[in-house]
């Protein structure tokens, strides 16, 4: 856990990571990927830094998922050399750049989410001058993208087999709805999600690698047979979502905490912090809390303004003005989004900053 005192120097809000936690998550991943021949390629999204995904490369991660092209343009610096972007990329504008983004690479996969963007990714690459390997997106359950039905995928497939710019070589989930299950649901539910992939896969081709993708199913994943890889995000830094609500991680596991300082206490069982909505974002646990204390007193950011954190708890009489309080969010990839460094702890000492070097990178 984060020592608060490692922070001393720096003023707050300060969005902090404990080293030693967040290698622990990348080396437990990694190494049931490793243990059962599975590829792990780990979504940036959720840090978005050079310095994590380096080391989940130098760990053995095969490849870096990422969500959008300048997501993949920030990495390059991490020597990745293989990245598959899971979006619905439809932009003639993006030629240029899908083009330079290749020749800095062995491989760029990318998704087709339907027989619509199929057409349109066709048009994409044509125009890039490129034919890319490319990911079918299979809806499990989520609702987003995806084939809702084998039929569905049936004509995804034709579409892409249409398409002389595209090379089908797998089928693609992300599982997201995972996060709303009762944890005693899960061991089936992650089967059940892998066998409807294969079954789709089979009316296809069952030649076709599939992919699962969430931290809440991932490591489970990757120890049923059929996976070729998995893509996982959220794992590496951890969060409510993942140590309360799902419950796939102890506290331990949770890497980042946002460290804020109490500036007031207007109530006695109300406590003011220095982080509100632009640092916790506005996401939040189901139990509505945007925080929740690291060191497992009853504090919770029940709230957020702007610049505003709202504390509740019964812990709360026992917090003055001027204490400084790490607290695990909700969501960790939105919190780091909003940041442009981070604060390194290792051995219970602030170690480095980093840069967030894909922050804002949405297009
Ligand atoms: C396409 C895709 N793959 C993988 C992930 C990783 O999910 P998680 O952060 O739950 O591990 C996401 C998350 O949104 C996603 O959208």
New binding site residues.
Partial sequence: MITVAALDSLPTPVVAIELEAMEANIRAMQEVCTRHGVQLWP?I??HKMVEIARRQLAAGAAGL?CAKLGEAEAMLPSGVRRIFI?HSLVDLRQAPRLRRLRESLDELVLAVTSPLHAAALERLLAHAGLTLPVLMAVDTGLGREGARTAAGAQETARAIAASPHLRLIGLYT?E?QTYGLPPAERPAFTRDVLARLAAVRDTIDPRLTLWP????TASTMAQLPGVHAV?????VLADLALAETTQVVGREGCALTVVATVVDKPEPDLALIDAGSKVFSSDKTPAGHAGRAADGRDLNVVRCNEEHGYVRGSDVAGVAIGDRIAFIPAHV?TVVNLTDTVAVVAQGRLAATWRVDARGKVT
Wanted: proline content about 6%; charged content about 10%.
């Fill in positions: 979504h999204k959720t998922t899971a992300h997201g993708g969430c931290s809440v893509r996982p995000g959220a794992y990839c």
